[in-house]
């Protein structure tokens, strides 16, 4: 083989392994990504509970608010008013659930489950207004969210 | 062409230039990478919450705790007081008229004893709550509340929580 062949040569890594490589990772992360955790506030300190019941359902129909330890209200990081938002949510919620039974009508009970995530700090005077309007709009069904954790008898 | 040079064409390769795709591709992991948080697991604690009566009647003033009439609701209920230190501690847990209980064990102990009797006619509980109160020891009491087993072996889910007022702690 001349030198000048030699140098002519080109090295050609071969990038199909690789490339299989980052679709099956792409693949993972399209899989495992959750786009409903979009709407949890990770900012507040959920209380430990020993028999809170892992949420293993999938969420469908549920309306989840963030309340802080003064009692504001986070919306998909945007503090809003906790009255006129249920209020709203309701007349959507009322809306959909008039599609299947037209003679729901306001007040009576949304197939809605309320889902309400406080930090561990907030007083029960400030979630209590939030629970109230929830009621008054006509949800009744609710989820108080915890992290799992030792039972209160085994502390 | 055809037919004139078959051998030429055969020895002819197709090479695809993969780097574009991988590029791209890799752009597409980064933003996974970079867009990836796990949820935590959590848990909840279901509860079926109806409207709360009203404790006292209109034109009447808050009074204590030991003073405060049941709510006339259209199911028998058992009331459970739970007063709320300054700092959102839990200051004490009474059920009904009784004397404070210690502790939340024995609160779980004397509320499974109440509930669990083959006759009893409780079919709800009414859980009265100091405002200060904080939500981790609010979760605390429900916690125990959502343990109790009827005498059937159903879990207790029908609650109903109401505000007690400062004055009354």
Redesign the interface.
Known sequence: MSASAHLSEKAEPN??P??DM??Q??TF??L???F??AS?D?SLK??V???????DSPDRDVLVLNIDQDGMLHVYGQVKDAATYIASEAQTALRTAQLENPDLKFGDELPV?V?I?????????L??QV??AC??SGF?????????GP???AR | MRGRHPTRRSQQEVQLNLAAMLDMAFQLLAFFILTFRPAPVEGYIALRMPPAQPLTKPGQTATQPTDVPIPTTSLPSVMVTVTSQPDGEIGSIRIEEGQPVASLSEFEQQLSNLLSVPDATFDQLVLQVGSRLHYENLMRVLDVCSRIKFASGEHLTKLSIVELPDAGE
Do not use: C, H, W
């Open positions: 990038l199909t690789i490339l980052v679709f990772l792409i992360f399209m495992v990504v959750n409903k955790s949890l990770m959920l209380p509970v020993g028999s809170a019941m892992p949420s489950t889902v995530r406080a930090d561990r700090a907030t007083p029960f005077r979630l209590n629970i109230r009621q008054a009744r069904k609710f989820q108080y969210r915890a992290m799992s039972s209160e008898a």
